[in-house]
């Protein structure tokens, strides 16, 4: 079983930055794909940004130019670097791993609270 750990949420004003990071508690190359998604009140969780074990990055429209994600492969994590943030920004952001071989793996964090407020 894979565990995932988010951590680097918090309250931030309207122009701010932050960084979220996911710890897997395996080589991330073992996954063929990771990736951020979020969830605002009342709303469908949404894909934010994804990156593949060869290192393709995938982004929404919303967030392009605002963030990156990238890994740390010595860490075993994963990083969105959330910058200009807005109010629409704010979420539960969750860390995702999926392995397609043997009728595929998919994994989830707990989720991190991210607020953007004044």
């Known amino acids: 079983q894979v565990q995932l750990v988010e951590s680097g949420g918090g309250l931030v004003q309207p122009g701010g930055s932050l960084r979220l990071s996911c710890t897997a508690s395996?080589?991330?190359?073992?996954?063929?794909?990771m990736g951020w998604y979020r969830q605002a009140p009342g709303k469908q969780r949404l894909l934010v940004a994804t990156i593949t074990s060869d290192g393709w990055t995938n982004y929404a429209d919303s967030v392009k130019g605002r963030f990156t994600i990238f890994r740390d492969s010595a860490k075993n994590t994963m990083y969105l670097q959330m910058n200009n943030l807005n109010s629409e920004d704010t979420a539960v952001y969750y860390c995702?791993?999926?392995?397609?071989?043997?009728?595929?793996?998919?994994?989830w964090g707990q989720g991190t609270q991210v607020t953007v407020s004044s």
């Open positions: 995702r791993a999926q392995i397609v071989a043997g009728g595929g793996e998919d994994y």
């Open positions: 395996r080589s991330i190359f073992s996954f063929n794909s």
